[in-house]
């Protein structure tokens, strides 16, 4: 028993660490699994343990949401409809959803089997710590959330879809993107981490009731144990990137990934 609440801290600690940090939180749940002799988490899983990333995203934004909603709360049509930041946070959510939407209905074995494969993520893996290098090497941006338009927003969201490819990370292909399309550093991480407040959680619901049945299989307290490891290392996660990343970019990362890439073929 003591081992199955180890193997659900690991998980927690894997999906916390790396939802929010640029390195892909679904490579890693797979590899590190592999490398610790651990059964794949798999879908319903990760779905379940990926709710603790949403919760960690709302509690440390807790002030900007509750901000806006007193603001706007006598006047909610306006403020899901007018108000600029949610309108960007939905105008990008949309190309997660058409892209994972036809993805679930018309690939899910092709796309697990390929492209969920070890050698498809290094690969994958070398690609991002290139683009990742093109976005830390460009220009001091000037787009912020003030200053932005709804077709910044989209370019980032439509990165974002990108993002179902196991070992692309999320968090690293939308702040990439938004730094060379020229947002601030500061900017591009908030906005990445508000973005992924939805497309995190339609992922993680979605994949819970596509593998409903296996709930049942699950033992719940070492779930929800893992579930809190995973909101408590989300949070120092997402701490540690906005405070690192504004001042540091994104060298780091870019070893990282570079170094898990040859990690992860030598062990083919």
């Known amino acids: 028993m003591f081992l199955e609440y180890l193997k659900f801290i690991l998980y927690g600690l894997i999906q916390g660490l790396t939802e929010f940090i640029p390195v892909s939180s679904t490579a890693h749940l797979k590899v590190i699994s ?3 002799g651990l059964d794949d988490p798999g879908h319903s899983l990760s779905a379940i ?3 603790g990333s949403v919760l960690a995203l709302f509690y440390y934004f807790r002030n900007d949401i509750f901000k806006l909603k007193s603001q706007y709360s006598k006047k909610v049509f306006d403020y899901l409809f007018h108000q600029k930041l949610i309108m960007s946070i939905f105008i990008g959510t949309i190309p997660i959803i058409l892209v994972g939407g036809f993805i679930k209905l018309y690939g899910p074995y092709f796309f697990d089997k390929i492209f969920r494969s070890n050698l498809s993520i290094a690969l994958v893996s070398f690609f991002m710590a290139f683009f990742m290098y093109l976005a830390d090497s460009s220009k001091k ?3 912020n959330l003030v200053n932005h338009k709804y077709a910044d927003s989209f370019l980032i969201g439509l990165a974002q879809a990108f993002a179902i490819f196991p070992g692309v990370s999320r968090s690293g292909i ?3 993107t938004a730094l060379i399309s020229g947002w601030e550093r500061a900017d591009a991480a908030k906005f990445s981490f508000l973005l992924g407040i ?3 959680s339609i992922a993680a619901i979605v994949e819970f009731i596509s593998s409903f049945n296996e709930f049942f299989s699950l ?3 070492p779930l929800f144990v893992g579930l809190m490891t995973a909101f408590l290392s989300s949070l120092l996660a997402i701490d540690f990137l906005l405070k690192y990343f ?3 970019g994104l060298k780091l990362f870019i070893v990282y990934r570079v170094v898990f ?8």
């Open 34 to 36: 592999v490398f610790f």
């Open 49 to 51: 343990i990926q709710l």
């Open 141 to 143: 941006g000037f787009i």
């Open 174 to 176: 939308t702040i990439s």
């Open 198 to 200: 939805p497309a995190i």
């Open 219 to 221: 033992n719940l307290l």
């Open 246 to 248: 504004t001042s540091n």
């Open 261 to 268: 890439g040859f990690l992860i073929l030598l062990n083919l």
